[in-house]
């Protein structure tokens, strides 16, 4: 029978027993498990904590991209993207956060989990979409949240803030069309209030 655990330590002893020399670092922070592999371990960890005794991580229930740019306030130093999921086994009622930075700043690129869990396949997308993280192995790596011409990846801000065109829907022609747009930018000063008597002072 496999023991039923919802204790940190217990899920970290199987862990480290399933993933062994693939493991980075791993650590428990604020009773949760988080574990780090490297890029050419994170497919096969991935693997090996769905399948392996002890781990059963039958459900991914969240893919995400973080941007270390601004992290530490600018003093962080080390590869810029990284990729974060969120993993459940409901046999074992345990979980587990699974890290993995891809290595090249310019061109972010880790393998694909969508063929491991099929949830992956739009949390992929997203973190494509807005961190321009590419998934290697997605069958439809495609924009997901952002429009058709859009260009850039807007969680790593370097696109224009005052834009060019804007997409909408005309109803006459009944397609979506794009139109040039100009947006100044403008200083705003918030609008101060005096009052006497205010707050009841006199």
């Known amino acids: 029978m496999t023991e039923f655990s919802v204790r ?5 002893a199987a862990v480290e027993a399933a993933l062994g020399d693939k493991i980075k670092r791993i650590s ?50 080390g590869p810029r993207y990284c990729v974060v999921s969120q993993l459940l086994s409901v046999s074992l009622n345990q979980r587990v956060r699974l890290k993995v930075f891809a290595p090249d700043d310019g061109m972010p690129m ?3 989990v969508n063929d491991i869990w099929n949830s992956a396949n739009w949390f ?27 260009i850039g990846h807007p969680f790593r801000k370097d696109f224009p803030t005052t834009g060019h065109v804007e997409m909408r829907y005309d109803a006459e022609q009944k397609r979506v069309v794009y139109q040039p747009v100009t947006i100044e930018t403008r200083e705003i000063t918030p609008r101060i209030i005096r009052e006497d008597n205010y707050g009841g002072l006199q």
């Not at 940190?8 to 970290?12: A, L, S």
């Not at 994170?42 to 769905?50: Q, S």
């Not at 494509?128 to 859009?150: K, M």
């Open 110 to 112: 880790v393998a694909s």
């Open 8 to 12: 940190p330590e217990t899920t970290q």
């Open 124 to 150: 992929e997308r997203e973190a494509f979409d807005l961190f321009g993280i590419v998934f290697d192995g997605h069958t439809d790596l495609r924009r997901i949240l952002t429009d058709y011409g859009f």
């Open 28 to 77: 428990i922070d604020l009773g949760e498990l988080k574990v780090l592999v490297s890029t050419q371990d994170y497919h096969a960890a991935a693997l090996a904590l769905r399948d392996a005794p002890g781990c059963q991580f039958e459900q991914l229930i969240d893919l995400c991209g973080v941007d270390y740019s601004d992290y530490k306030a600018g003093a962080y130093e």
